[in-house]
């Protein structure tokens, strides 16, 4: 029974992704950030795969190029095989094996410059809330709307990148 909600709620959120966003009287909606297709490579990691298609395609939408992968060990091939081709690090954090924030972690020992978010449905745990002080990476919840993950990724990737304008000031 909980395997049939978490597919709903899952649906739902894939649904409502790509419906248009209202923004109320007076204010102006913004069309999310269209870098230059391929400018940023973003590897995403989550072993749900219904939310790894669903940030796939909000992320291609946008313009990145996305590497995907439901499996935290073999993110770190990824990773290891092309630490500079990788510009930001997408990852679910409780995930079989490995938890995301030992993945980025283990991402950074290999190449400090890459940026990083992890997505997750407790974002108040005590070790990502240290985890974000220490700027080793931004935390977002999950579900997540379009221009969450788009903004996150704005921050994470650095200046230079518009948001969405639809968070928080």
Not at 15 to 36: H, I, N, Q, R
Not at 48 to 59: C, D, Q, W
Not at 137 to 144: H, L, Q, S
């Given at each position: 029974?909980?395997?049939?909600?978490?597919?709903?709620?899952?649906?739902?959120?894939?649904?409502?992704?790509?419906?248009?966003?209202s923004m109320g009287?007076?204010?102006?909606?913004?069309?999310?950030?269209?870098?230059?297709?391929?400018?940023?490579?973003?590897?995403?990691?989550?072993?749900?795969?219904?939310?790894?298609?669903?940030?796939?395609?909000?992320?291609?939408?946008?313009?990145?190029?996305?590497?995907?992968?439901?499996?935290?060990?073999?993110?770190?091939?990824?990773?290891?095989?092309?630490?500079?081709?990788?510009?930001?690090?997408?990852?679910?954090?409780?995930?079989?094996?490995?938890?995301?924030?030992?993945?980025?972690?283990?991402?950074?020992?290999?190449?400090?410059?890459?940026?990083?978010i992890i997505v997750?449905?407790?974002?108040?745990?005590?070790?990502?809330?240290?985890?974000?002080?220490?700027?080793?990476?931004?935390?977002?919840?999950?579900?997540?709307?379009?221009?969450?993950?788009?903004?996150?990724?704005?921050?994470?990737?650095?200046?230079?990148?518009?948001?969405?304008?639809?968070?928080?000031?």
């Amino acid at each position: 029974m909980l395997s049939a909600i978490k597919q709903n709620r899952t649906k739902e959120l894939v649904e409502a992704s790509y419906e248009p966003l209202s923004m109320g009287a007076g204010v102006k909606e913004e069309k999310a950030p269209k870098p230059p297709d391929g400018r940023f490579t973003i590897l995403l990691v989550d072993n749900e795969p219904a939310l790894v298609r669903l940030g796939k395609s909000i992320l291609e939408k946008a313009g990145y190029s996305v590497r995907d992968t439901a499996d935290p060990f073999e993110a770190l091939r990824i990773f290891e095989a092309y630490p500079a081709g990788i510009d930001l690090i997408i990852t679910d954090h409780v995930m079989p094996g490995l938890v995301g924030l030992e993945l980025i972690k283990r991402a950074k020992a290999i190449h400090p410059g890459v940026g990083t978010i992890i997505v997750t449905a407790n974002p108040f745990l005590d070790c990502l809330d240290e985890a974000e002080k220490a700027g080793l990476a931004k935390v977002i919840g999950k579900p997540y709307f379009r221009y969450e993950l788009l903004d996150a990724v704005s921050a994470a990737l650095g200046p230079g990148l518009p948001e969405t304008g639809r968070g928080a000031p």
